[in-house]
């Protein structure tokens, strides 16, 4: 039984921490190595997980000052011994199954990544394991394991587990990068991206909803996001699908053209934000590229109109077309909420 890493960063979650801890220390893989990454947490969480390193010898704790998300996990991956590495965020809670389910689809189909569903109603979370079952779905190819984590339209028929970490369980050998310190936001999609792109790798996926996404406000993402300023967050997230988009040379027409317009409407949807707010003269750079990149790939927007509405597409086609009247639009939508 090979031994699995599980990275848990902590902030500010002493309400769901002990559930989250219990979920995991539950598992029906025995052979975990647990690394909870204290992120200078003000509350009680800093004393819960010291006192759950005395419940149980697989917990280990490092406590450090706060330094966000990002510096959290790639704390917890130097640490990791495991050949597998697996990430839960202490807000959430997991199917005692989870691990023993990924760890098997990984061994079945000798993958390099495995994931799983997951679910926002806790009562939907699976808990008898799937690995004796072996129904699953593997992916060799880059191209539909990027499609995987883009949630692609031609994909969703066989899943949704989109670009998170947590719901994912990966090769340690293979990963080549931690995560990038740059990415405010869409760092989970830049991980991966970087493990399946750096890599000739396979992913399979297990049809079964084993983790359980909780909605927290006072998380540690939510925080830093609300700290550092949504436009920010929001153009590290444009960013992100931008340099996807632009380093990943696709092949397939419809995934390229997935990809780009997420990337457009992104753009679109943080200009907006800063004409609402009257920060363009902030963020002048940004204005022009984004404008650029809408102008760019509106053609790729129109053909997703499965995914945007008619009301998005008309504020796009404005701010493509008309850009002086749609700033007045954008500036009154404060005015009116």
Known sequence: ???????????????????????ILASTYSN?????????????????CDEYTLKDSRIKVIHQENQGLVAARNIGLASATGTYIGFVDSDDVVSPVLFES?????????????????????????????????????????????????CAPNIREITWTKCYVWNKLYRKERIKRSFEKSCLVGEDLRFNWDFIHKSACKMVIVPACLYY???????????????????????ANVNCWAFIANNSHITD???????????AYLAHSTLWRIYRHGAERDYQGFVSEARNYIKEHFKDLITQKETYNAKIFAAIWLCRNLFPAWKIVAKASALFG
């Open 102 to 150: 990924l760890v098997a689809a990984i061994e079945a189909e000798n993958a390099d990544i495995a994931a799983c569903e997951y679910t926002q109603q806790q009562d939907r979370l699976e808990k008898q394991s799937y690995g004796k079952q072996r129904k699953y779905t593997s992916f060799d190819d880059f191209e539909k394991q990027l499609a995987v984590l883009t």
């Open 253 to 263: 027409i419809d995934l390229k053209k997935h990809i780009d317009s997420r990337a």
């Open 213 to 235: 996404y909780r909605q927290n406000e006072q998380s540690i993402m939510s925080l830093y996001y609300k700290k550092k300023g949504r436009i920010e967050h929001a153009i």
């Open 32 to 48: 975990l190595e647990i690394i909870l990454v204290d992120d200078g947490s003000p509350d009680n969480s800093p004393r819960i």
């Open 1 to 23: 039984m090979e031994l699995v890493s599980v990275i848990v960063p902590v902030y500010n979650v002493e309400k769901y921490l002990p559930e989250c801890l219990d979920s």
